[in-house]
């Protein structure tokens, strides 16, 4: 089986690169049957390899890292890329995770939105900041910050080099403005979730901030920051007052995370419509069932599934995440 995987990732890595649809159809699993392969490649397939490894790339190397994970790499005039293909049951391609190294448990943060709204905040987001940010099906719920009755239960921390030109340009693009603060301002999105401004920047970025802290509501901010801080390899505390943790790890390209107490606290209660989660974790790891057991072992709880490929728990603080192969 294992000889299979690592022919199968090479001849789908091969067929990709050359644009050879009939054999990229012919590998994918049933899962895959509506995906636009042809699109893929052009918008992310050949983007990020292009600014990973370079146009003038060769494949070096592949090897099985689990029962249903390969992964290959390729080497080109500006560095190398990895690729991790995920395998179904009957060894058909089920996932598919280009990236620059091997680090493992990457993260999205995906905000809650209705079909209408995502195109609305890709859009907003885009301008806002390179964040690792998805878009998935939220309802129509929405956050009144400050109001403990209606939670934002997650927000972002965005730094800016100039605060003044940054709230120009967010609210021109569909903001509001909430609150101000002698350091940082609070405003809400396009649809409502509430996020903050920071002059933390010292020059400014290629778009209007850059996502610096994701803001995790809970009772007791402790317990949250040693389960996060297991679950992304964040062991670093970089802020600490009791009341308000902060965490890092040792890559400065994923955001921190920031563990805040509330008062009222008030957790979602997914998968109820009453009491949606407004944004959630989706991390992806070459071993889902090691982080599982760690996930249950440090007070996760499972979620009923509700029909994606990858599993639902609940942090101790009952904000839902979801734990997935690369590439799921």
Not at 28 to 51: C, N, T, Y
Not at 54 to 60: A, D, E, F, K, V
Not at 210 to 231: E, G, H, K, Q
Request: proline letters at 7%; charged letters at 25%; hydrophobic letters at 40%.
């Amino acid at each position: 089986m294992a000889g299979d995987l690592v022919e199968s990732a090479r001849r789908l890595v091969t067929a990709l690169e050359h644009g050879d649809l009939s054999v990229v159809r012919a590998g994918l699993s049933d899962r895959l049957s509506g995906w636009d392969a042809e699109s893929w490649i052009v918008e992310r397939w050949g983007p990020q390899l292009d600014e990973f490894a370079g146009q003038q790339r060769m494949l070096t190397g592949a090897r099985q890292i689990s029962e249903v994970m390969a992964r290959v790499s390729l080497v080109g005039d500006r560095g190398q890329a990895f690729v991790s293909v995920l395998f179904d049951d009957r060894a058909k391609v089920a996932g598919l995770a280009i990236d620059q190294d091997e680090r493992d448990g990457r993260f999205w943060i995906v905000v809650g939105c209705t079909r209408e709204e995502r195109e609305e905040l890709k859009s907003f987001y885009s301008v806002l900041t390179a964040g690792p940010i998805g878009y998935g099906e939220g309802g129509a719920y929405r956050p009144r910050w400050p109001s403990p009755e209606h939670p934002a239960q997650i927000h972002f921390d965005i730094a800016v080099a100039d605060l003044e030109e940054a709230e120009r340009e967010v609210v021109a693009r569909g903001a509001t403005k909430l609150a101000e603060f002698p350091t940082w301002r609070v405003y809400a999105d396009p649809v409502g979730h509430p996020f903050c401004l920071y002059p933390e920047l010292t020059e400014p970025a290629e778009r209007i901030g850059t996502l610096s802290r994701v803001v995790i509501d809970c009772a007791d901010p402790a317990v949250l920051a040693n389960f996060w801080a297991a679950m992304l390899d964040m062991p670093r505390r970089v802020h600490d007052t009791g009341d308000r943790i902060v965490i890092a790890g040792g890559n400065t390209e994923q955001p921190m995370v920031a563990l805040q107490r509330i008062p009222e606290y008030r957790p979602p209660r997914w998968p109820d419509p009453e009491h949606p989660a407004q944004m959630h974790f989706d991390i992806g790891y070459d071993d889902r069932l090691a982080k599982e057991r760690l996930a249950l072992r440090l007070g996760a709880g499972r979620l009923p599934a509700q029909g994606g490929s990858c599993p639902v728990y609940a942090d101790p603080a009952g904000h839902p995440f979801r734990l997935c192969y690369k590439g799921e």
